[in-house]
């Protein structure tokens, strides 16, 4: 089975690839000459996720799937959410992000914070939603060097160490997206 990864994001794309049975073949947004950016302007994940899936289905005509994702903190009110990857501001900057939130979180003590990841699946003229969370703490200064974007920030609940500090084998198997992955995996492969 072919299946479109609406992601530009390449460390997303190598993330899932690693998740995905043999029998998926994973093509990016590149594999298949899409190149324009594709707006995301809804105000949910979910909404950002189907506008990716939509795009990919109405306009190369492939099967796909997109994602969206969030890092919703209590002391924020749920900020920065949908606007996760651009909290900062443009340029879109993971550096950027983390020392906005660390600088904001600065005067508090709760530190609860949770990824959400909304994937929204295109296949064979069908829609289907899968999401995942994880829940953990806003570290008061970044640890680890792997992973991307907020991770180095982000101890999940259970864990004494970040995400950055994890393996990509670790993290898969307790993040939001690795979940969300899992019930997609766990869908395409009953139909099989």
């Known amino acids: 089975m072919k299946l479109v990864f609406a992601t530009n994001n390449l460390n997303k794309l190598a993330e899932v690839q690693k998740m995905l049975p043999n029998s ?8 298949i000459h899409c190149f324009e950016d594709i707006a995301e302007t809804s105000s949910t994940l979910e909404g950002n996720a189907q ?9 190369y005509q492939y099967n796909c799937f997109a994602d969206d994702t969030g890092l919703e903190v209590a002391a924020l009110n ?15 900057n993971a550096e950027n992000n983390m020392q906005k939130l660390l600088n904001e979180l600065k005067n508090t003590n709760n530190r609860q914070a949770h990824f959400r990841t909304s994937i929204c699946l295109n ?8 999401d995942g969370v994880c829940k953990g703490d806003i570290l ?48 395409l492969t009953s139909l099989a």
Not at 79 to 91: F, I
């Open 24 to 31: 998926i073949e994973l093509l990016s947004l590149k594999d």
């Open 51 to 59: 506008i990716k899936a939509n795009h990919i289905s109405d306009n």
């Open 78 to 92: 749920g900020a920065p959410g949908v606007y996760s990857a651009r909290y900062a501001g443009e340029p879109a």
């Open 123 to 130: 296949l064979n003229g069908k829609q289907h939603f899968f």
């Open 140 to 187: 008061k200064e970044k640890q680890g060097e792997k992973g991307f974007g907020y991770d180095p920030v982000f101890k999940p609940e259970g864990h004494q160490i970040s995400f950055a500090q994890m393996s990509s084998e670790e993290k898969n198997k307790i993040s939001h997206r690795g979940l969300a992955i899992q019930k997609l995996v766990a869908f």
